[in-house]
């Protein structure tokens, strides 16, 4: 049974600080979703991970995927309050996701 | 764009009632799938669908039952409510699988939030 676990599960940061959230998968697959959620509100996918190696910057958001160590990033650089929000990862395998616990990034003045 | 449309928003019901959750999508779409969210915890995959006529189980299908009988339409049916699946239901639909040759995500409707009492 996959597994996907994300850490940490709760982040509080200050507005200017770097930060990187883990994401550790426990079978093989090449892909790898990333996705954003408001409180309340549906999931918006921010990036769409490949390949073994493959790094996405949107903002101040950077995605990367090891497929060899089964784990992803996403690193947070100058944090902002807009980027106040619940992140997932979900790992692709035999056409279905599995998603991570999801980690809530709280943004602090 | 409508994209990824759910109703009801919003429902209670009691203990032993039936009803269903209608996911609609605009897009084509050959994938449709219905998770639930439950605080503190991720989206589980309840039932899925590879295409119009066809449904799957996922992780967690018991009392559930779901139809797709026209390809732009993901039914999500509850027999005998049970307090255990008051959650967030949310729909998704992909082009096609999220699978070796495609690099779609999936688009997320905004959710039923259904209590059961």
């Known amino acids: 049974e996959l597994k996907v676990e994300q850490n940490p599960l709760f982040l509080s940061m200050q507005e200017g600080k770097n930060y990187t959230i883990y994401c550790n998968y426990s079978?093989?697959?090449?892909?790898l979703y990333w996705y954003r959620q408001d409180p309340g509100k549906s999931l918006e996918s921010l990036f769409v991970?490949?390949?073994?190696?493959a790094v996405k910057q949107e903002g101040r958001l950077m995605a990367s995927l090891d497929t060899k160590a089964r784990l992803s990033t996403l690193h947070i650089t100058a944090a902002v309050h807009d980027l106040s929000a619940t992140y997932f990862c979900a790992v692709v395998t035999a056409s279905k996701l599995t998603f991570g616990t999801g980690t809530r990034l709280q943004v602090t003045l | 764009n409508a994209g990824v449309t759910q109703t009801p928003k919003f429902r209670v019901l009691k203990t032993g009632q039936s009803m269903t959750l209608l996911c609609a999508q605009d897009?084509?779409?050959?994938?449709m799938y219905w998770y639930r969210q439950d605080p503190g915890m991720g989206l589980r995959l309840i039932h899925y669908s590879v295409g119009e006529g066809t449904t799957a189980k996922g992780e967690v299908p018991d009392g559930y039952n779901v139809s797709r009988l026209k390809k732009q339409n993901f039914l999500l049916g509850l027999e005998s409510a049970a307090p255990s699946q008051t959650s967030v239901y949310f729909c998704?639909?992909?082009?096609?699988?999220?699978?070796?040759?495609?690099?779609?995500?999936?688009?997320f409707g905004d959710g039923t939030r259904l209590s059961i009492l």
């Open positions: 897009m084509n779409h050959e994938y």
């Open positions: 998704a639909s992909s082009y096609t699988g999220t699978d070796t040759y495609s690099n779609q995500p999936q688009h």
């Open positions: 991970l490949l390949s073994n190696g």
């Open positions: 079978t093989t697959s090449d892909r």
